[in-house]
């Protein structure tokens, strides 16, 4: 068994591909229609067959209340590997990206947390 | 003031709490996310995040932390005015005319 596959849930995916790709540099993997919404997958330009990232719309009423609840306390929904979390904090700081947690140095692991714009806060993280 | 520098004291003695000061002193603003990170990775605390909440709502009832909210995000912030009652209370050395408030 392997991880193939994981989520995050956006409010709207056609601005959630934009800024998936656009901003954070992933290259779209799978588009396909699935009636209302779409089966929209990304992937890491390093990883063309790697994990998968499904925007997967926020339509259930639970889906919302849980963001905003992780939202509030400063929770990431999910992390990110960066080789240099400074750097791709300035890159995408001044694409307009805000950040709730600077840059921090946390012992092994250096992280940062942003708002991705579709209701979601994710970490970045370079390892040493 | 003197009613409620009791809370003062109490929040200040806890070795959490103190470091939660610490934190914030490095950095102002963070989310309840980043200082139990900071919590649990700089110092070993393992603190549940429900319990370092309310080691917050101590030091925001002792006027130490205020919290404020941005957009769907709260953010802690330090106050270190109440400690001014410390310092005014007994480092009066230099003007030892003056009168206690």
């Known amino acids: 068994m392997r991880i193939n596959l994981t989520s995050v849930y956006v409010d709207d995916q056609d601005k959630a591909l934009r800024f998936y790709t ?3 540099g992933f290259v779209p993997k799978t588009d396909v229609p ?8 990304v ?3 390093d990883a063309p067959d790697g994990v998968e990232l499904l925007l997967e719309p926020d339509a259930h009423p639970a889906a919302k209340a849980f963001k905003e609840a992780l939202a509030a306390d400063g929770i990431p929904l ?16 001044s694409l307009g990206v805000l950040f709730t947690q600077e840059p921090v140095d946390m012992g092994p692991v ?7 714009t579709c209701g979601n806060l994710i970490q970045i993280a370079q390892y040493r | 003031m ?38 649990a990775t700089k110092h070993r605390v393992g603190s549940s995040r429900q319990a370092i909440s309310q080691h917050l709502d101590v030091l925001e009832a002792a006027g130490l932390v205020v919290t404020r909210r941005q957009g769907r995000y709260k953010f802690h912030h330090l106050d270190t005015r109440p400690l001014r009652a410390v310092t005014e209370r007994w480092l009066r050395s230099a003007a030892p005319t003056q009168e206690n408030p």
Do not use: K, M, N
């Not at chain 1, 250096?110 to 991705?116: G, L, S, W, Y």
């Not at chain 2, 409620?4 to 929040?11: C, E, K, N």
């Open chain 1, 34 to 41: 699935t009636g209302e919404y779409r089966w929209l997958t």
């Open chain 1, 78 to 93: 999910t992390q990110f590997a960066v080789d240099d979390v400074a750097a791709e904090h300035d890159r995408l700081r």
């Open chain 2, 2 to 39: 003197v009613g409620d520098v009791g809370d003062l004291y109490q929040a200040l003695a806890d070795h959490t709490r103190r470091l939660i000061l610490d934190e914030l002193t490095e950095r102002d603003g963070q989310t309840l996310f980043e200082i139990c990170g900071r919590l």
């Open chain 1, 43 to 45: 992937v890491s330009p």
């Open chain 1, 22 to 24: 656009e901003v954070l």
């Open chain 1, 110 to 116: 250096t992280t940062a947390v942003f708002d991705d």
